[in-house]
């Protein structure tokens, strides 16, 4: 609420009062009177009237001065009732300021002149004096809710103003006015605390002006916790958090500058999210986002290149053709990445078909396959291992074994015609020894009236081969 303050209202101040001992000794007496009045008379014992004299009786007083004591006593008890429900209601809080003339000084003034033409038996005076005083405390009452608008008004201009002692008064008496009721109840909260937030704005500035931001971030912040309300606390916290966040938006890009030259991609990565936290935004940090990407793909590829290399020095060529693959999933590509992995496969390849002749090296006792191992033997080059020398020199081991002929031992009768397939006719024969390479052959025995005989077997072999048809043909 910011309506502008009553000018009355704020010029007037409370006329001079009786004090509080006063009062209570005007009630004291106005109570006595009263006590006298109408009960002591009843515990009086009335004195024996004296011998009969010829002297005249007193006149009568008049029945006006018994209406008027009447009057007054009634009056009297009516506005000390007054008096004290206002009390009660907290008129000494609120009713200090002269509103229309009246305040509860005021009041009580007329309250004291009539009370003391009371005491001095003027009834009849002490009645209009005392429906004086009594307006003037019913005036009062009825003065609640203005004094309580212009007391709210006159708090939130103070409050404005920053002037928390005054502030803090008139919302005292708006609380005083209307207990419980919100707003002032708010306002005097706030009207308390305003010295403590007023201390932490002015340390917030000087810390600001001194360009410790920290320091003000933390004193503005105080102050926002303490009132959170108070506008001038939340605009310079957000001011001042708004710079911090600039100048460490600023640090964390060039931190990522700096990370992402000496290659710390891991530092330059950290950096940049810092930067995105304060401005995701900004467009800046797209193209610093663009070369950490590239950077962290070229090291990846160099990563994979090494991992490939160290693969194929230890000649696990499966193993190399993995990482270039890796390789050209992050670029396509990518040269040596291509070279590479047909590289690795063709070397993979061959330690494969060697590995193959190697463990079923009976294979080499064919033509064709032997052929081929013989080819797969003479292929050495640049490329080739220890690992692929030695397998190259194993098959061409085996190779020269297999064509190495080897003696058997072939026994007949002397009556069967012995051919060797792929050899040849050897004739009849009683035993002959014949040099073969290795391998597997097939003997076949003929004779006339008889079936022919067919006898396989493997080269080398230490046993004879018989070779005899021996069945006649029925």
Do not use: C
């Amino acid at each position: 609420m910011s309506a502008p303050h009553d000018e009355a209202f704020s010029r007037r101040t409370p006329r001079s009062r009786a004090s509080p001992g006063a009062i209570a000794a005007l009630i004291f007496l106005a109570v006595a009177t009263l006590f006298v009045a109408f009960v002591l008379p009843n515990y009086v014992v009335a004195p024996v009237p004296p011998p009969h004299t010829s002297s005249p009786a007193p006149a009568p007083a008049p029945a006006v001065t018994e209406a008027a004591r009447i009057d007054a006593d009634t009056l009297l008890a009516e506005s000390l009732r007054r008096v004290a429900k206002l009390e009660g209601e907290g008129a000494r809080i609120w009713g200090r300021v002269v509103l229309d003339g009246v305040n509860f000084a005021v009041a009580e003034e007329r309250l004291a002149n009539a009370s003391s033409v009371y005491d001095r038996k003027r009834h009849a005076d002490a009645v209009p004096l005392f429906r004086e005083a009594i307006a003037l405390l019913d005036r009062l009452a009825e003065s609640k809710s203005e004094r309580f608008r212009l007391a709210m008004i006159a708090g939130q201009q103070a409050f404005e103003a920053r002037d928390a002692a005054e502030a803090r008064a008139q919302f005292e008496i708006a609380v005083a006015l209307v207990p419980g009721e919100a707003a002032a109840t708010r306002f005097l909260e706030r009207a308390r605390r305003l010295p403590d937030v007023i201390s932490n704005m002015a340390r917030g500035q000087t810390s600001e002006t001194a360009g410790d931001l920290v320091a003000a971030r933390e004193a503005y912040g105080a102050a926002a916790a303490l009132d959170p309300e108070f506008s001038p606390a939340r605009e310079n916290l957000a001011r001042v958090e708004g710079h911090i966040a600039d100048d460490e938006y600023r640090a964390a890009v060039s931190e990522a500058h700096a990370r992402l030259a000496e290659g710390n991609l891991r530092g330059a990565q950290a950096a940049l999210d810092r930067a995105r936290g304060f401005n995701p935004n900004a467009p800046e940090l797209n193209d610093l986002r663009r070369r950490l990407q590239a950077s962290v793909r070229m090291a990846g590829l160099e990563r994979l290149r090494a991992q490939a290399m160290a693969l194929e020095r230890q000649e696990k060529w499966p193993e190399a053709m993995g990482a270039y693959d890796q390789a050209l999933a992050i670029d396509a590509n990518a040269a040596f990445a291509t070279a590479g992995r047909a590289r690795a496969q063709r070397l993979a390849d061959t330690h494969a078909a060697l590995d193959q002749y190697i463990a079923e090296p009976t294979r080499l006792r064919s033509a064709e396959p032997r052929a081929h191992a013989k080819m797969l033997a003479a292929q050495a080059g640049d490329e080739d291992g220890p690992a692929l020398s030695a397998k190259r020199r194993q098959l061409a081991q085996l190779i020269a074994a297999m064509e190495t002929p080897l003696p058997i031992i072939l026994k007949s009768d002397r009556s069967t015609e012995v051919t060797l397939q792929r050899i040849g006719k050897l004739g009849t024969f009683d035993t002959r020894r014949i040099d073969l390479p290795p391998g597997r052959y097939v003997a076949i025995g003929s004779r006339t009236g008889y079936r022919d005989v067919r006898v396989p077997f493997e080269v080398p072999r230490s046993e004879p081969i018989v070779v005899e048809a021996t069945e006649p043909i029925r």
